[in-house]
């Protein structure tokens, strides 16, 4: 099997204090790189023969609450939100636009300080696991949730950070 290609990301500060973008953008590359490995090796990803593209929006509370009423009906902020570009199923060959992963910060700075984690290591986790809803997984069903979950424990603990769920039961 061929290497899978790398992920052009196209990174947009929209709303909120990110702080050092280049370090978030720096992140996202290396979490998506290795979510790209993961895929690719075990779980027979096809990729096409360029990278596909993401586009991660850096966002407030704020406008997460406006864009998950529009797109959710729930107008409440959530910490990450994925828009594909095209429908896919896991396993399924992406196009060359993947899609767009929104972050809200409030929301992830909170849920960070509740978890006792960094906020780069929950932003990390929270690009893996949106980088995934492009790629299809979900966690709506317990058994998708497993599957997700565990793909997603697998991608980050390859990179060096922890077992973002431990002992919980999945979402």
């Known amino acids: 099997m061929s290497p899978a290609p790398a992920i052009s990301l196209a990174l947009a500060v929209e709303a909120g204090e990110w702080g050092d973008v280049e370090s978030v953008e720096t992140l996202a590359e290396r979490m998506l790189a290795g979510a790209v490995r993961d895929l690719a090796e075990n779980e027979a990803?096809?990729?096409?023969?360029?990278?596909?593209?993401?586009?991660?929006?850096?966002?407030?509370?704020?406008?997460?609450?406006?864009?998950?009423g529009?797109?959710?009906?729930?107008?409440?902020?959530?910490?990450?939100?994925?828009?594909?570009?095209?429908?896919?199923?896991?396993?399924?060959?992406?196009?060359?636009?993947?899609?767009?992963?929104?972050?809200?910060?409030?929301?992830?700075?909170?849920?960070?300080?509740?978890?006792?984690?960094?906020?780069?290591?929950?932003?990390?986790?929270?690009?893996v696991h949106g980088f995934l809803h492009l790629f299809g997984y979900d966690h709506i069903e317990s058994r998708d949730a497993e599957k997700m979950e565990a793909i997603e424990t697998r991608i980050l603990t390859s990179l060096g950070l922890s077992d973002p769920y431990g002992d919980t039961e999945p979402v």
């Open 45 to 68: 990803q096809p990729f096409p023969d360029i990278g596909p593209e993401v586009s991660l929006v850096l966002a407030d509370d704020a406008m997460m609450t406006d864009i998950n």
């Open 70 to 127: 529009q797109w959710r009906n729930q107008p409440k902020p959530t910490n990450v939100l994925s828009f594909p570009a095209f429908p896919l199923v896991p396993g399924g060959r992406p196009g060359p636009m993947l899609g767009d992963i929104i972050l809200a910060r409030e929301t992830i700075e909170r849920e960070a300080a509740d978890l006792g984690k960094t906020v780069d290591d929950h932003v990390a986790h929270l690009i």
